[in-house]
């Protein structure tokens, strides 16, 4: 057995070839109508945003981390809402916020 450096089983956590183990927040999720490409806290304080984000759970768009309000972070501090996406055309991107990884 592999411990971590809080003493816990590292080696139930670890994928296959030292991958990180898949995220099982990805399995939760249903279809969701996504709301308008805008976010609606950056545009009541006049601010503009550098990336959109949809939240995968119930279609709330925010900006992303980069910009100043960081508000798609904020919306999963309120509700736990784990997965969100880039709201770009053709984009694949997802973040899971519990596991602060790419999934």
Same mark, same amino acid.
Request: some cysteine; overall charge positive.
């Given at each position: 057995m592999t411990l971590d450096a809080q003493g *816990?089983? %590292?080696?139930n956590? %670890? /994928?296959l070839n030292g991958q990180a183990p898949r995220c099982d927040h990805i399995n939760q999720l249903s279809a969701v109508e996504y709301g308008p490409p805008e976010c609606k806290d950056c545009l009541a304080h006049g =601010? *503009? $945003? +550098? =990336?959109?984000? @949809?939240?995968l759970t #119930? /279609? $709330?768009v +925010? #900006?992303?981390d980069d910009a100043r309000g960081g508000h798609a972070k904020a919306h999963y501090r309120e509700t736990?809402?784990? @997965? @969100? %996406? %880039?709201l770009d055309p053709g984009s694949t991107w =997802?973040? #899971?916020y519990v596991h602060r990884r790419t999934v």
């Open positions: *816990t089983n %590292a080696t956590r %670890a /994928g =601010r *503009t $945003w +550098a =990336r959109l984000l @949809v939240c #119930c /279609g $709330w +925010a #900006c992303s736990d809402h784990p @997965v @969100v %996406a %880039a =997802r973040w #899971c």
